[in-house]
Structure formats: structure tokens, C-alpha cells
């Protein structure tokens, strides 16, 4: 798919979502007392997460859902603030604005939802994600998330090992990558039907090695309970090791391909957003040096580790 070019009056889209991201982003760090500080040191008032945090059914009285921490996988720091992590969000679909995305996404229906599993493999299906989910062990992992915007956040995810997936879902070997695509509903979503030039729905993807890596997970929790829809419900990935924006959400169809697939924001501005996406403090963004990042709870400018301190795990896919 071709994405959209605006014509004339309108501002190209890799010139106007950076200066909107930066911009909600200082908003949202004056807000919480940050760029008073000097991003230099813990805030010494929290009372605004209070306004951060969404009042809605749908994210106070979510159904548990528990596994057992995995201990192998520690980050050497504090697990960030539920209310943090649940109303502070990128998710276009939704909103452009990060504080509203709860807000927006509370009457978006993530249950019943139906799961497509295409392209190379032994037996191609669809399937209810609760259906999905029975056929796994879950398991509570804490991760770093490192955003390309370089902010960060440490959650505890519920879910089960990608990898687990693709070998219950049996690719041929033919298949060398896994592509992903979210929903397309517009009436729900209304950043898909305000902002049309970009290539919805949402699209990702892994090479084999990276989608069978023991990092790789399947999120359908967090903090000891389903998802909220401003993380992802029903069902979302995380790859802690790459930038927060390979991480899809609300995921509907896994298709294992031959040919690398084109991902959504490589081909909004492919010169900014590559294939791979791996945390490199050494590679700058071309608007921004990535070798720190605030860790949003404390305001604390911090160095950014490379592939975002997961390298004993995965740097041998690169070499």
C-alpha cells in the first residue's frame, strides 16, 4: 500500500507528527513538574498522576488475570506507577494526544474478538482470542519499554512467549518472517478516520529469529489484570529490546510471510524508522540524540542501554 502524500496546504506527515509528539510530550512534562526540575531529579509532588489516570469502568475494574513472575528477566529499577503507564499513551488509532487516549479508547469493544492466523502455514485459522489465551501457560514478566520519543516506563506484563505461539501455529519453512496487523474500525477509533493519509490499520513485523527469541511475548495483561484499551486489549506484543512503536496493539491477524513485510512507520518516513528498530543509544534519531531517555515516574534523565539492556539476550541475531 501506498501511503497518502497531503497535497498543498497540507503539512507533510513526517514533519507534523515529531513537532506534536514533542510538543504533548513537553505538555506533559511541565505538567508533572519536570522541566521545572531540569529533568534532573525525582519529583517531589506525584499528585498529578491522579489526573492522569482514567475513571472508567473499563481500566478500574478490569478481570485478573495472574501468572507467575518469571525472576530470569530483572531491569534495576522500580516497576513505573499503573496510573503512569495507563494514562500516558501513543496510540493513534485513538488519539495523537497522550494524556486522552483512555479517555477516547473506553467504549472501544476489545471482547468478543477474532484472531486470523495466515500466510505459510500448516493449517491457516481464526479463532476467539479468549479460545487463544486458554492454550497457554501465562506468565508475568517485567520489562523495560524505551519509546523512539525517548521516555521509558517498566511494567509488569501478563502473557506467554511469542515464540510458544509460532509453534503452536506451525509456519512452514517457507515462512521467514511474521507480519501483524491491528484493527481498522473507524467508528470507534477516531484517529483512523481524522487522519486517513496514514497506511491503517496498523502493520509490524519480526524476522523468525527475532518473532522465536525468548524475549518476544504475547501481552493479554498487565499489573494483574486484562489489558486496558489504551495498552493494547486484547492482545498485543512486546519486544522490550526494540523501540515501543514495534510493540503492535490489539493485534488481528499474524501471517507468516516470505518477504520482508513493510511496517506502518517505515513507510510513513522510512528514513527515520527502520526495519528492525533495535534501542541503539549511538544512533541518533534524526531530530533528537537517543543516548538518554527520561524514565517518566521520576523525571530522571537516564542513560539509554544498548537494545535497551537486553543485549546478552538478543545482540547475536545482529552480528
Known sequence: MLTKVPKG???PERETTPEHIYRSRRQFLRRAGILAAGLGGALANQSWLGALAPDSPGYQNLPALKGT?????????????????????????F???????????????????????????ERPQRLDVDELIKRFALEERVYRLRCVEAWS?????????????????RPKSTAKFLRMVTFERPAEAPGQKSQPW???????????????????????GSYGHRLPNQNGSPLRLITPWKYGYKSIKA??????????????WNQVASDEYGFFSN?????????????????????????????????????????
Open 9 to 11: 496546504w497540507k503539512i
Open 69 to 93: 513472575r518469571n525472576p530470569k528477566y530483572k531491569v534495576g529499577r522500580p516497576i513505573t506507577d499503573e496510573r503512569i503507564v495507563a494514562g500516558y499513551n501513543n496510540y493513534y488509532e
Open 95 to 121: 488519539t495523537t494526544d497522550k494524556e486522552r487516549v483512555a479517555y477516547v479508547a473506553e467504549r472501544f469493544r476489545s471482547r468478543p474478538w477474532e484472531i486470523e492466523i495466515a500466510g505459510e502455514v
Open 153 to 169: 516506563v517498566v511494567v509488569p506484563w501478563v502473557g506467554f512467549p511469542l515464540a510458544k505461539f509460532v509453534e503452536w501455529a
Open 198 to 220: 496514514y497506511p491503517w490499520p496498523y502493520h509490524e513485523g519480526l524476522t523468525m529469529a527475532e518473532a522465536t527469541n525468548e524475549l518476544a511475548m504475547i501481552v493479554v
Open 251 to 264: 493485534i488481528v491477524r499474524f501471517e507468516f510471510v516470505r518477504e520482508q513485510p513493510p511496517t506502518f
Open 279 to 319: 534501542v541503539d543509544p549511538k544512533v541518533p534519531h534524526p531530530r533528537w540524540s537517543q543516548a538518554t531517555e527520561t524514565d517518566v515516574a521520576t523525571g530522571r534523565r537516564i542513560p539509554t542501554l544498548p537494545f535497551n539492556g537486553y543485549a546478552e539476550f538478543v545482540a547475536h541475531l545482529y552480528r
